[in-house]
């Protein structure tokens, strides 16, 4: 099953199809009650949408594999992950509307703390703020390196985007994020003979910005990881024949709706102002991919209580994603984050598809479980789009 | 998905995995009762695991597939069947530790009785006595083939392996052994031309063993088939990070652990003596493959009876496996082996998944149709391991 069979296959038609990706939706029971965050939210909307819908799981990437947000969200856009494969730097720099050019290497940076050794002890600088990290970006510019450019821009709090720019540069490079504490970041390696160059000039940034961040404890230092190069993606607007736009109040997510081709709506900070920005756009396009962040935030936090809530206020914002009257809506996420294993996980995640051409399977409960006795089964994620055009009539029979 | 991104997903824990396969799990109903072997049996250990478990069902090798033992287990270990095949005659010589080398040619024997016009009357010999089997191999020794050497090695019953060493040597041969009585055995058949000069001597000693085994009726010829030659797998210890030890009271299944890299313990013929094994080792490995082959002898004799009753005593011994604390722990079993068709089939095999992220979804009976309602759904084989990697968080996160 791939994207080139599908797109010979798109006929057009005027039906509107809403994604909502809960980032983290899925969980795991809480072992006091034996409940997961869904099934102990209260979430009327989502049940009652649940009862009239066709439900199933969607699994990312492959069976046991935790997704990053990444392949996640390149599965739910009709990308099998594993075939289309893209670095967190470019993520990361999508996702700040930086403009990367064809050749660029971008990698995702961490402001650190290391001790006097030399020795990571935080990897995240304490989650330092958004303005200092911005301050100490704009004080490693004064870095040059030879016969390249250089661009350091703040992303959000202990995080950063590095670019280089410049012919021959190459991102195959192994991180310089051990992911351990009580070890030094480790130097970047070229991963082909082609990247001996761009590794020298990484390794020597570094160095260079070791210095310039001596006095900035708790960033004191940096870690970078996910170098890569802008791929080469075949379009969802044409792989899928809909206009498509999305609707994300963070970096990451526009990032990567962005490098598939999506127009990237503006929008505020609340979900509520995401679906108020939904129902303003409704005439404008076929397709809206709208984000919903919190549910991963509380997941990866270890918060359960937070994840309910979160939940809840997802639930809350229903109708009026309802109201927008699309003919297709899916209700799924990237990948779950259980409050108990503190981030991402392999499990797979509830959907809900809701159209009239998706018969309800007497699934009462928007849940785990309730899910998984759905009459979609268990799919891979990128399995969902064709399901999505399929339901919104957009899709013309397969042979004669 | 394949072993090379399981492998560079692999994460150092401690946690610890055991994987019971119980040979030939599956059933179908009794017509006569319209319950399978699992739903008469009385199973009130593995009936309360399932509950507080995730089930579901594997699929081996691929739809309406009937899996060997080898493809069966090779699957359960991770490596898809369709993609690594194994010949038997390598399985049964690695099952009694013949010291197979790269190049030999084995193939599985069965002494069997053919009629005065040479034709099959009981491909099994009456399922001679070992100690018979024995003496009528060393009386095989004696045939001498120009340019190899021969090794004939009794297994048990009416089954011996036929090793062939030296240069050139090819194990694509067609078999013996038509699987029908009342023909006579067939000329092994090169397959590409390498192997002609293999055949060639493989039907000479066929020649020369009829005349020896003239006079020893039952057992007054042979049949030969699963020609091949040691593959190259990767190794299981590598592929997934984990010491593995193997507890198999039967020479196929330890030689199959063998072929993987699997350590493969000294242990008891008696299944409560293999659990034993699995109590004093469990803090030197991270994986142990626990075998219990009762049940597919009695499916395959067709004796439902009696694999009801091999089911109850694998149930009666799940107290003491839990015992030995696993982090994880795996219930399934190799290909199902209905009792109503003597053998081998193409069915499903239950799962369940126990462990602290593997969530129960209310599958309250460890049965064929208790685990289809199950929220792992039908998976193939080999995607059990990286669930299982994954459960005992041993996988990292796939892409940022």
């Given amino acids: 099953?791939?994207?080139?069979?599908?797109?010979?296959?798109?006929?057009?038609?005027?039906?509107?199809?809403v994604l909502l990706s809960a980032d983290g939706l899925g969980g795991l029971p809480d072992p006091a009650t034996g409940r997961s965050e869904?099934?102990?939210?209260?979430?009327?909307?989502l049940d009652e949408l649940a009862a009239r819908s066709a439900c199933g799981l969607i699994r990312h990437v492959g069976p046991?594999?935790?997704?990053?947000?990444?392949?996640?969200?390149?599965?739910?856009?009709?990308?099998?992950?594993l075939r289309y494969q893209v670095g967190r730097g470019i993520l990361e720099a999508l996702g700040i509307d930086f403009p990367l050019q064809p050749g660029?290497?971008?990698?995702?940076?961490?402001?650190?703390?290391?001790?006097?050794?030399?020795r990571i002890t935080d990897r995240r600088a304490g989650r330092i703020g958004t303005?200092?990290?911005?301050?100490l970006a704009r004080r490693l510019r004064a870095i040059r390196l030879p016969g390249v450019e250089t661009f350091v821009e703040p992303v959000k709090e202990h995080r950063f985007v590095l670019v280089l720019r410049g012919s021959g540069l190459s991102g195959r490079l192994s991180e310089t994020d051990p992911q351990l504490l009580g070890t030094p970041p480790r130097p970047a390696e070229p991963l082909v003979p082609e990247a001996e160059r761009t590794a020298g000039l990484i390794n020597r940034f570094v160095a260079e910005a070791r210095v310039l961040l001596a006095d900035a404890a708790p960033a004191n230092m940096l870690l970078l990881r996910g170098f890569d190069q802008l791929p080469t993606l075949p379009a969802f607007p044409e792989a899928f024949g809909l206009r498509a736009a999305a609707i994300a109040a963070y970096p990451m997510y526009r990032g990567l709706a962005r490098l598939v081709g999506m127009e990237v709506l503006?929008?505020?900070?609340?979900?509520?102002?995401?679906v108020q920005t939904l129902a303003a756009h409704r005439e404008g396009y076929d397709f809206f991919f709208l984000h919903y962040k919190d549910t991963d935030t509380a997941g990866e936090d270890g918060d359960f209580a937070g994840k309910v809530r979160a939940l809840e206020a997802l639930d809350a914002q229903i109708?009026?994603?309802?109201?927008?009257?699309?003919d297709v809506l899916a209700v799924t996420g990237d990948h779950a984050s259980p409050a108990i294993l503190k981030g991402h996980s392999w499990?797979?995640?509830p959907l809900l598809i809701h159209g009239p051409y998706a018969a309800p399977d007497g699934v009462g409960a928007f849940t785990e479980r309730g899910c998984a006795g759905g009459s979609l089964g268990v799919i891979p994620s990128h399995h969902l789009m064709p399901l999505l055009l399929a339901n919104a009539l957009r899709l013309t029979k397969f042979g004669a």
């Fill in 104 to 118: 660029d290497v971008a990698a995702r940076g961490n402001f650190c703390t290391v001790d006097g050794e030399g």
């Fill in 319 to 326: 109708p009026a994603i309802l109201a927008t009257r699309p």
């Fill in 266 to 274: 503006k929008t505020g900070a609340a979900f509520a102002e995401e």
């Fill in 38 to 45: 869904l099934e102990t939210a209260r979430l009327p909307h």
């Fill in 131 to 135: 303005e200092l990290c911005a301050t």
């Fill in 1 to 17: 099953m791939d994207l080139e069979l599908i797109r010979t296959l798109v006929v057009p038609n005027t039906t509107r199809i």
């Fill in 347 to 349: 499990h797979p995640v």
């Fill in 64 to 81: 046991g594999i935790t997704p990053g947000s990444g392949p996640g969200h390149l599965g739910l856009f009709g990308y099998d992950p």
